[in-house]
């Protein structure tokens, strides 16, 4: 399984990668493969997506955009 998308393939060469719904299905499970395999190191997704991701991390930084305070 190749991804034909030539940015994803320059990032799995450093060891990085992104997650992101408007993937192609392919991608997205190549990038999981090479993440639960330890290919890539560094995995850039949505807050969301992190969730479905699913796969153990070293460690996880979730960005907020917005704050939203309930009273």
Not at 34 to 46: D, E, Q
């Amino acid at each position: 399984m190749k991804s034909r998308n030539k940015q994803l393939k320059e990032l799995f060469a450093d060891g990085f990668s992104i997650h992101h719904a408007g993937m192609l299905r392919q991608d997205r499970n190549l990038v999981e493969k090479y993440f639960a395999a330890g290919h890539i190191k560094v995995l850039v997704c949505t807050a969301t997506l992190a969730w479905g991701v699913n796969l153990p991390a070293h460690a996880v930084v979730i960005k907020v955009c917005r704050v939203y305070w309930c009273s």
